[in-house]
T-cell receptor
Framework: DTGVSQNPRHKITKRGQNVTFRCDPISEHNRLYWYRQTLGQGPEFLTYFQNEAQLEKSRLLSDRFSAERPKGSFSTLEIQRTEQGDSAMYLC?????????????FGQGTRLTVV | SQQGEEDPQALSIQEGENATMNCSYKTSINNLQWYRQNSGRGLVHLILIRSNEREKHSGRLRVTLDTSKKSSSLLITASRAADTASYFCATWYSGGGADGLTFGKGTHLIIQP
């Protein structure tokens, strides 16, 4: 296992289409996080999972966004009816343990462009 | 919302010089972490300092934490061209928080050869 893997690396979609991204965390990590990052900004928290349970979801997250982590392994992030404002880098991270407060290991991200 | 704020937003220095960047945060923390991000890539964890620690070293990196001022600094000594990147501080709220590990906007560091 070489780290957190995200697919695809790049996605171009037309406005109004649905997109789905996948994240494979480091295998022994219980926690998985999704972040969104726009140019010149830091990563913005979207949601995180403890095993298969979605524990937190950002108040800023639109209802068009949904995330799952079936069986506590890989996770998917779906954006429905994409808008141009959804164009960003979507980052996934994982961390060990259940208590939080540890370092997070990031994937390379999926860059979404909505045209 | 973004908990931390880095300063300066951008920094350009000559190779071999030291680079210092600062981070201020708003609420009580369990720990503070620094990450590096090369252009268009994911973030790489550099160093974690706990709230009961005041200074920590890792190779050419030195991090300080002043909880009374709610601030931290990252010093990179003897900078190299490969240090060119964006640097972010990140914090966990002491109570876990609904925002997960929260990042600032970052300092963009350019090392001139």
């Amino acid at each position: 296992d070489t780290g957190v893997s995200q697919n695809p690396r790049h996605k171009i979609t037309k406005r109004g289409q649905n997109v789905t991204f996948r994240c494979d965390p480091i295998s022994e990590h219980n926690r998985l996080y999704w972040y969104r990052q726009t140019l010149g900004q830091g990563p913005e928290f979207l949601t995180y999972f403890q095993n298969e349970a979605q524990l937190e979801k950002s108040r800023l997250l639109s209802d068009r966004f949904s995330a799952e982590r079936p069986k506590g392994s890989f996770s998917t992030l779906e954006i429905q009816r994409t808008e141009q404002g959804d164009s960003a880098m979507y980052l996934c991270a994982s961390s060990p343990g259940t208590g939080g407060y540890t370092e997070a290991f990031f994937g390379q991200g999926t860059r979404l462009t909505v045209v | 919302s973004q908990q931390g704020e880095e300063d300066p937003q951008a920094l350009s220095i000559q190779e071999g010089e030291n680079a210092t960047m600062n981070c201020s945060y708003k609420t009580s923390i369990n720990n503070l972490q620094w990450y590096r991000q090369n252009s268009g890539r994911g973030l790489v964890h550099l160093i974690l300092i706990r709230s009961n620690e005041r200074e920590k070293h890792s190779g050419r990196l030195r991090v300080t934490l002043d909880t009374s001022k709610k601030s931290s600094s990252l010093l990179i000594t003897a900078s190299r061209a490969a240090d060119t990147a964006s640097y972010f501080c990140a914090t966990w709220y002491s109570g876990g928080g609904a925002d997960g590990l929260t990042f600032g906007k970052g300092t963009h560091l350019i090392i001139q050869p």
